[in-house]
């Protein structure tokens, strides 16, 4: 008799232990994600090409979407694009010169574009930290040959208002492209049917305001000033090793992206990314 209630209370234990985790993490993923915002498994158009175009700033902030382009990558018929318009010679780097450091940073965005199944990376050399300050008709006309070249169905970039979290480089990315797309959308035969920005949920924000120095010190106070609402989300926990696999390739950045994405480095990439299970985009056209 003592050996089943023995047994019992230790099944009882153990159903405690495996079932609280699970409670745990269905909570916080309830917690930080917008279960309102209608949730897609693509975002290519139909009958389109499946061709996309990602248009960012540095090396790196690929990481806002990785997990939408693994997924997209993995469509019938894609081709995945990723480009940047510098090579993020700026960052700190202790011992590092720019050229050095822009050399190792090109192999890193190379080795996530591996990872996430991107078909093209492409890099240029606009100076880092230095965007807002450019050539802007050099800038755009950089993005528009892109378009011509690869012709995509999708573009997707930052917003033009914050650049994701308040960095200048990557709100002035978000500028140019949307320049770009809205002069050129109506013309005949222009390849882009969709354009979206990558943006977070309030509930998202609140969080990352809370958790990341970087969102606390550069996110505007002022709500109306924030990112733009999404529209659409796609899930990404099924590829949760590939986005941490994609984090991972940029070494120089491990600093950086502690900051921006605290904790991911700590835990499980299937615990993590079930908890940040999905990524958000607000649809432009």
């Not at 050129?184 to 309030?202: C, M």
Request: proline share 7%; aromatic share 8%; glycine share 4%.
């Amino acid at each position: 008799m003592r050996l089943t209630r023995r047994n019992k209370i230790l099944l009882s234990v153990l159903a405690c232990l495996l079932v609280l985790p699970v409670v745990t993490v269905f909570g916080l993923n309830r917690y930080v994600n917008d279960t309102s915002v209608p949730l897609t498994d693509s975002l290519f158009p139909e009958s389109a090409p499946k061709r996309l175009l990602a248009i960012f700033a540095h090396p790196d902030d690929e990481i806002t979407v990785a997990g939408s382009l693994r997924r997209m990558s993995e469509e019938a018929d894609a081709e995945i694009t990723i480009a940047y318009l510098t090579r993020g010679e700026a960052a700190n780097v202790p011992k590092t010169s720019l050229s050095d450091l822009a050399q190792r940073r090109t192999v890193e965005a190379d080795n996530a574009g591996k990872v996430l199944g991107a078909d093209n990376v492409e890099l240029f050399d606009f100076r880092d930290s230095g965007l807002p300050a450019a050539d802007a008709a050099e800038a755009q006309k950089t993005i528009s040959n892109l378009i011509d070249e690869y012709r995509p169905s999708v573009v997707i970039s930052f917003d033009d208002r914050v650049g994701f979290y308040g960095h200048p480089d990557h709100a002035q990315v978000g500028v140019w492209v949307k320049t770009v797309l809205n002069t050129r959308r109506h013309a005949p035969d222009f390849p882009v049917k969709h354009f979206y920005q990558a943006t977070l949920p309030e509930s998202m924000i609140s969080v990352a305001k809370d958790l990341s120095p970087t969102f606390r010190d550069m996110y505007p106070t002022d709500p109306a000033q924030g990112l733009p609402a999404p529209t659409v989300a796609m899930t990404i926990d099924s590829v949760a090793s590939e986005k941490r696999a994609a984090l991972d390739a940029h070494v120089s950045q491990v600093t950086v992206l502690q900051a921006v994405q605290p904790g991911y480095d700590k835990l499980p990439s299937w615990i993590y990314f079930r908890i940040l299970s999905r990524e958000y985009f607000t649809q432009v056209f």
